[in-house]
C-alpha cells in the first residue's frame, strides 16, 4: 500500500488560485496551508485556537486553521492573509488603517486581528470601543499593544463609505 493510498483529495480555491492536493486526513488546515501551500502568512500559534495567529476566511466565515482539518476545507474557498487585499491593491483598506495607527506591532497575530476586524466592521459599520475589543478579544497580541489595534479599527472603520456607515436604518415592520 502506498502512501497516496491513505492520503484523501482535497480541492480548494485559495486567494483565487484552485488546488487539488491529497493530504493525511489527521492534517490540520494550518498546516496544510502552511506545509502544502507554502502560504506562511498563517502562523501557527497555540494549537488550542486560542491565540488567533493562524486564522483565515473559508467561504466567507473566518476560522481559526488550527481547528479544522484540511479535508473539512474540501470544495471551499479559502482566504488567507497574503489574499486580504483585492486584487490589485497592495494593502486593503483596513491593512493600511493598521499601518497608519501602528497596529500592525509584530505581526504575529494580525492574520486573526485583520479577519476579525473586517467581520466586524460587515456586521457593525461603526463599533465603538467596548465592541472592538469585544471583536478582537480571541487573539492574543504577544506585544500587549492592543491600544494601536483598537485605534486602528477605528480608523477603519472611519476609512470606510459613509454609504455603508450612514446608511438609514430599515424602517420597522
Request: glycine share 10%; proline share 6%; net charge negative.
Amino acid at each position: 500500500m502506498t502512501n497516496r493510498q491513505h492520503k484523501l483529495p482535497v480541492n480548494v480555491v485559495v486567494n483565487g488560485v484552485r488546488h487539488e492536493v491529497h493530504v493525511d486526513p489527521r492534517l490540520a488546515l494550518v498546516d496544510f496551508l502552511r506545509e502544502d501551500l507554502e502560504l506562511t502568512g498563517t502562523n501557527v500559534g497555540c494549537r488550542t485556537g486560542d491565540c488567533g495567529a493562524c486564522t483565515v476566511s473559508v467561504d466567507g466565515d473566518v476560522v481559526k486553521s488550527c481547528l479544522s482539518l484540511a479535508v473539512s476545507a474540501d470544495g471551499s474557498e479559502i482566504r488567507t492573509i497574503e489574499g486580504f487585499a483585492g486584487e490589485g491593491e497592495e494593502l486593503s483598506p483596513i491593512q493600511t488603517a493598521f499601518w497608519n495607527e501602528f497596529g500592525f506591532q509584530c505581526g504575529y497575530c494580525l492574520p486573526g486581528m485583520l479577519f476579525c476586524t473586517e467581520e466586524l466592521l460587515d456586521e457593525n459599520p461603526d463599533p465603538n470601543e467596548a465592541e472592538i475589543r469585544h471583536a478582537i478579544d480571541g487573539n492574543l497580541c504577544r506585544c500587549t499593544g492592543y491600544h494601536g489595534i483598537v485605534r486602528s479599527v477605528k480608523a477603519a472603520a472611519s476609512a470606510r463609505p459613509c454609504a455603508s456607515r450612514c446608511a438609514p436604518a430599515p424602517a420597522p415592520e
